[in-house]
């Protein structure tokens, strides 16, 4: 079936720096999200990407589909304390109406 | 406008026991999906229920089952549970059709000793 390689696996990095984390698949995907997980919560929708090649920002968020459909990655500019979690890509497959997660990236921000 | 909603928080059941989950969706969404998010994984998709009817079932074995009732909320019902069932049990709501647009609620916490 349909996997998502998401990478980093975690990420620990000084408050202000830049982030970047992508997701791999060897299948195409009509739809990439990327959401984020805080503790003790639901996943929340961060970005919802519809066309290859598009790049969509939402705040200090950027991400971009990729342009053959198999990636997509998220940045995170200037990051904040608030900025920690778990962030999920996920794709919606063209040829089947469910939404595949990839295992997530954790960031910490260190002090 | 109250978020989707989970019951219990946390449920400790013992192997071969069976476990009943709730769900309550947003107002006015239609549609249910349950997911399971065991240790270190990402959120594998188990059912999606619109309109009463079960429209979509991940890889899993029959004895996940579920129901959505008249008022849209749902139930999952795991049975002859497993060690391995242990997870957070995550439900999500949207309108009809609109699979991007999901709105999680903040899961169960399942422990099967």
């Known amino acids: 079936g349909q996997q998502l390689n998401q990478s980093p696996q975690s990420m620990f990095i000084q408050e202000g720096e830049d982030v970047s984390m992508n997701c791999t698949s060897s299948?195409?995907?009509?739809?990439w999200l990327w959401y984020k997980q805080d503790p003790g919560e639901g996943p929340v929708l961060l970005i919802a990407?519809?066309?290859?090649?598009e790049l969509t920002s939402n705040g200090r968020l950027t991400a971009q589909f990729g342009i053959t459909r198999k990636d997509s990655f998220l940045n995170i500019s200037a990051s904040i304390p608030s900025d920690v979690g778990i962030y999920f890509c996920?794709?919606?497959?063209?040829?089947?109406?469910?939404?595949?997660f990839g295992k997530g990236t954790r960031l910490h921000i260190l002090p | 406008e109250a978020g989707v909603t989970q019951s219990p928080t946390h449920l400790i059941k013992t192997r071969g026991q069976q476990a009943t989950l709730r769900c309550s969706p947003i107002s006015g969404h239609t549609s249910v999906y349950w997911y399971q998010q065991a240790l270190g994984l990402g959120l594998q998709f188990l059912l999606w229920y619109d309109e009463g009817e079960e429209r979509n079932r991940g890889n899993f074995p029959p004895r996940f089952s579920g129901r959505q009732f008249p008022n849209y909320s749902s139930e999952l019902n795991v049975n002859a549970l497993e060690l391995e069932d242990s997870a957070l049990y995550l439900c999500?709501?949207?309108?009809?059709?609109?699979?991007?647009?999901?709105?999680f609620g903040p899961g169960t916490r399942l422990t099967v000793t």
């Open positions: 990407l519809y066309k290859a090649g």
């Open positions: 996920a794709g919606l497959p063209f040829e089947d109406d469910k939404i595949i």
């Open positions: 299948s195409i995907f009509n739809t």
């Open positions: 999500a709501s949207s309108s009809t059709g609109g699979l991007v647009e999901q709105y």
